[in-house]
């Protein structure tokens, strides 16, 4: 299994709650759509500079990389990148 973790700043301006669920609505709603993809969840923080996590659980290292280029996962990307200050990502496998 691999376990992956981003977390992330938001721009200034941007309304961090509003924009977390709008990005947890997107990708959460991907498991079960993309092959290997076992568990995604999106979270506001409450502590430390960042503003969010994503943590997700994969079959493998080869799911994790079909997923990063899925176009399922670059659609939902593509409708929150923006948002996006600062990116911060760790993967292992477990």
Same mark, same amino acid.
């Given at each position: 299994? +691999? @376990?992956?973790?981003v977390v992330y700043t938001l721009k200034e301006g941007v309304? @961090?709650?509003?924009?977390v669920e709008e990005i947890s609505v997107l990708l959460e709603s991907? +498991? #079960? $759509?993309?092959p290997g993809l076992n568990w995604l969840?999106?979270?506001?923080? &409450?502590? #430390?500079d960042m503003d969010y996590c994503l943590y997700s659980e994969f079959d493998s290292r080869e799911d994790?990389?079909?997923y990063q280029v899925n176009p399922l996962h670059?659609?939902? @990307?593509? $409708?929150?990148?923006?948002?996006i200050a600062t990116r911060v990502c760790a993967d &292992?496998?477990?």
């Open positions: 299994m +691999v @376990k992956h973790i309304d @961090k709650a509003a924009a991907l +498991v #079960g $759509k993309i969840e999106v979270c506001q923080t &409450y502590q #430390g994790l990389d079909a670059l659609e939902a @990307k593509e $409708k929150f990148q923006h948002y &292992y496998e477990y």
